[in-house]
């Protein structure tokens, strides 16, 4: 490891306000550690999914001998996250208590741009500032240092996801690249960027933004949540669901959408869920009911540990009998999505096209993975957050840290899909069509998923 690359990685005690950041003892750190390894093994259901229990005890104890004295909270959250990652649960999130991010948002500067990665490189999507020399379509080789194959290398493993997927990680990197950049590195107010273009590199100082100008520049208009529309020309539907919003207005669109299909006699059908759109277990189910002639079964089991527990306003879901089978483990008994499923009397029998990234994730991944299992529809796109078996959620147990003040969320309830092996277990749903994008295609704001699946549509025609 570099010297520069332990600069970059070590964040260090920061005077912002009149305050500085927060930090922690050997003994305190030991202390946090001990206790989310404790509530994580009383609670998470699927904590050995993706990795034994020997695996589990040897990331913690190798997590305890690599602390080191007085690091701030941002440092230790480096440290101990990737180590809850390695569960493999895209739902076990993790945040950093919201007084020591404000000393951070109020007081640092953030680098002016957007970036994409594409096979393992990055490049500048969009510049927020006015500069001649930074440019959209320039590769940064570069951070302050630091190679950017080095650099998504060490932080990728700050962002959770099921199994051992990356499209989620990776997308997760690219959203957040800015914000996290200045929370976890030490910086100034300007960044050292080396970028390349042709074969040529220059290495340029780009002076930061401040967080309130970064979130202005970055602000997207917000788009409909629910939204269908007809091409008539090649006889296609296209259903785009960005929030499932409540139960009623997203069964009331569902309905009103199938209608149409009907009454215009549509062949074609696309549904976009590259969103993390759905809001219910009951979401996917009521989507695919609407896909199939056949009763259909939605989740296989669902799994709980012996001291299952939810958050105070979901009491209500303990009533669901559990029990316990010949092996040991704790299941729900009752649960709508568990009982045979039946299609919709106006269900639509054309050609069905699934669009998917690594923000399809949860409920949307679910319901891709019912598609895929009963090849139902081609999938296209990049492969899913969530995945294929299933996923652990449900009403999410909030745990602070004692000393930290880092907050876990563990979800309660292992829900394991009713589908065919695909053999490829750590994985997600592996999309049928592979579109992988270009950096010119972000520059000019091309959506080439949807284009591919429109072009495959339209050679028909």
């Known amino acids: 490891m570099t010297k520069l690359f332990t600069i970059l990685t070590l964040f260090f005690v920061f005077i912002a306000n009149g305050q500085s950041l927060n930090t922690l003892s050997i003994e305190e750190q030991l202390e946090d550690i001990e206790f989310i390894k404790t509530e994580l093994k009383n609670l998470h259901p699927g904590i050995y999914t993706y990795q034994s229990e020997q695996e589990f005890e040897t990331e913690f104890e190798l997590l305890k001998v690599n602390l080191e004295t007085n690091q701030t909270i941002f440092q230790f959250y480096n440290k101990i996250v990737p180590v809850i990652n390695q569960i493999g649960c895209g739902h076990t999130t993790s945040k950093i208590p919201s007084r020591e991010l404000n000393k951070i948002q109020k007081s640092r500067k953030y680098l002016p741009i957007e970036i994409k990665i594409i096979n393992d490189k990055i490049f500048i999507s969009k510049v927020l500032i006015d500069t001649k020399n930074l440019l959209p379509g320039l590769e940064i080789l570069s951070i302050d240092g630091v190679s950017a194959s080095e650099f998504i290398k060490s932080n990728l493993n700050r962002y ?17 690249f800015s914000v996290d950049y200045s929370k976890f590195h030490y910086t100034t107010d300007y960044f050292k960027i080396e970028v390349g273009n042709k074969g040529e590199s220059e290495l340029l100082t780009i002076d930061g933004i401040s967080y309130k100008d970064f979130k202005l520049k970055t602000n997207q208009p917000k788009l409909e949540e629910l939204e269908f529309t007809i091409i008539d020309s090649i006889s296609t539907a296209i259903i785009t669901v960005r929030d499932s919003k409540s139960k009623k207005a997203f069964d009331d669109f569902l309905e009103n959408s199938f209608y149409q299909i009907q009454k215009n006699e549509i062949s074609n059908l696309i549904i976009d869920v590259r969103y993390d759109s759905f809001d219910r277990d009951s979401d996917g189910a009521e989507l695919f009911s609407y896909l199939t002639s056949e009763p259909f079964q939605y989740y296989d089991k669902l799994e709980v540990t012996e001291n299952y527990d939810v958050p105070k306003g979901m009491r209500w879901l303990t009533h669901y009998p559990i029990e316990q089978n010949s092996t040991g483990k704790y299941y729900w008994k009752i649960h709508p999505q568990l009982e045979m499923q039946l299609p919709k009397t106006n269900a639509f029998f054309g050609k069905v096209f699934v669009l998917t990234d690594g923000f399809t994730f949860s409920a949307t991944s679910e319901f891709s993975s019912i598609v895929k299992s009963k090849k139902r529809g081609l999938i296209i796109g990049l492969e899913t957050g969530g995945s294929y078996y299933g996923n652990n959620s449900g ?9 930290s003040g880092i907050i876990v ?10 589908v065919k092996d695909s053999g490829n277990y750590p994985r997600g ?3 049928d069509i592979t579109v992988t994008e270009s950096i010119n295609d972000f520059i000019l704001n091309r959506d080439l998923i949807k284009e591919t699946t429109l072009n495959l549509i339209q050679a028909e025609y």
């Open 160 to 176: 959770p996801s099921d199994g051992r997927i990356l499209s989620r990680k990776y997308q997760s990197l690219e959203k957040n």
């Open 395 to 403: 009403g999410m147990l909030r745990k602070v840290l004692p000393n």
């Open 409 to 418: 969320y563990i979800p309660p309830i292992h829900y394991i899909l009713a």
């Open 429 to 431: 749903v592996i999309p």
